[in-house]
């Protein structure tokens, strides 16, 4: 079972920017869907971000509430990723979990179900300040 292991997280005030990180222990396969979900204190859980890799191909989708000021990356290890956010608002601020689905073959519209994400990390927190 794969581990996903978030960082990056911290405090920041309105209009900065922090770049979350997170790595994956299986690095033997390719995960075809990832993605960074958030939660709010007595808010539900929200789809931020998801990627879709297919061989070379890489599709990445954003939740309108952060399009234009998020944008997700691969790191060098095949199952890593990275959540640059920019221009952040004190909305944004919640715990931020990357998520994995099965390591087995995956439709591009799979990715936008949150059922597909069956691993998750522990989380990082990121609080934005007025």
């Known amino acids: 079972q794969v581990q996903l292991v978030e960082s990056g997280g911290g405090s920041v005030q309105a209009g900065g920017s922090l770049r979350l990180s997170c790595e994956a222990s299986d690095t033997t396969v390719l995960y075809n869907c990832m993605a960074w979900f958030r939660q709010a204190p007595g808010k539900e859980r929200e789809k931020v971000a998801h990627?879709?890799?297919?061989?070379?191909?890489?599709?990445?989708d954003f939740a309108d509430s952060v399009k234009g000021r998020f944008t997700m990356t691969q790191g060098n290890a095949k199952n890593s990723l990275y959540l640059q956010m920019t221009s952040l608002k004190p909305e944004d601020t919640a715990m931020y979990y990357c998520?994995?689905?099965?390591?087995?073959?995956?439709?591009?519209?799979?990715?936008?179900?949150?059922?597909?994400?069956?691993?998750w990390g522990q989380g990082t927190q990121v609080t934005v300040s007025s």
């Open positions: 990627i879709y890799r297919d061989g070379d191909s890489r599709t990445t």
């Open positions: 998520a994995a689905s099965r390591p087995t073959w995956q439709f591009q519209w799979q990715c936008t179900r949150d059922s597909t994400y069956v691993y």
